[in-house]
């Protein structure tokens, strides 16, 4: 498989060159060439394949000549050794938890997946590799846990200071060994802007065997396809298939899906499901793509003004806006929208969603009121617990902590404060590597 730059500007490279460049030297985000059908018997029979089996399909046209199958399979298992339970909210809306990896959160996937790509190929290397990431909230602990304790690999997280949520600041603060965390004196869109450029700098690269693992990197964003497939392998009602809310910030996830539907992948309908940072139902509903600064919300992770990797769902569209209408459509919700179904979810159906996912919830519900006979499911795409600041004023209760990151919330936060300023940001990698 061949990706192409989205701004035409570069040329074409392969699955590894892709996962180490990141972004094109033109700054595009890379796409594929093609995007493979699987044959309707697949879809058909899901029920038939292993998960490991189902990645690996999925994910094998886009990797094949740069990591062998036998390699590959083992990636795409230790990527989702992990539950992703498709539960049953009330009778038409279903909750598809992706929190049950390592860091609580869907973005394990996509992390645990690229980082063992990265591990192979850097394998083939004999250079330092520092991966150098943006985060509003859980990708910067999904990496850090990804990567943590690889030889070879660096990794550089940068993260508005006071803009994440305690338990996500303590998940990317406190490994340490080859883990650094760089608490920004801004917002996140300060800190992907500071990314992207340390990306275009040559005096840096020249220096530094730089790479990206934001969400717009193609090993991140095609494996978030596994999921949506697994959870059809789920869905009961095969002749009705699923209206999908996805918690939208930087619409690497959405946009995953839709790759999914285009392979073959039966989805009656997908919902971007945003907080304020509403660039996108705007868009969805005017025609008009206005990106803003980013507003602070509740659902942090989503608090994205200009999200990156919407070109690549203009790009899936062939730019043709009525064709994407006719397959996604978009809600803003606002905060106290968002408090009031999550108390209201937890009090009439006992089930406890994140903000994020409160935010999915609403979406859906309100799309199945005018569309009476469709069912659908929301990602769940954090646990609650890692926004228990939010959540617990809510329902008036404490959320219980899970074992898995008991340990975690006892240990020092380690990282250094840094302006919102590409210089500073140069200067430190200078520094250090
Ligand atoms: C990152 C994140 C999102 C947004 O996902 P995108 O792929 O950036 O659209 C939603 N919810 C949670 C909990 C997240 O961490």
Redesign the pocket.
Known sequence: MKYYSLNKQSPDVDFKEATIKGQAPDKGLYFPHTIPVHEQAFFDNIEQYSNEEIAFRLIQPYVAGTIPDDALRNIVKETINFSIPLVPVNEHIFSLEL?HGPTL???DVGARFMSRCLGYFAKERREKVVVLVAT????GG?VAHGFYDVPGVEVVILYPSGKVSSV?EKQLTTLGKNIHALEVTGTFDDCQQMVKQAFVDEELTKKIFLTSAN?INVARWLP?QFYYVLAWKQWADKKNPPVIS???????????GLLAHISGLPVKHFIAACNANAVVPSFLASGEYQPKKAIATI?N??D?GN?S?FVRILELFHHKLGDLRNVLTGYSISDDETRSVLKEVYQQYNYLP????AVGYLALERYLRQHTNAKGMF?E??HPV??YDVVEPVIGETVPVPDAIKEQLKLAKQSSLIAPDYDALKATLLDRY
């Open positions: 929190f959160a869907f973005k509003s909230g859980d990708t999904a996500q969400s978030q996805v918690p939208s910030g930087n619409f690497g996830n959405i946009c995953a659902s992770a989503m994205v999200p990797n994140d903000p994020h996912g990602l795409t954090a890692k926004f």
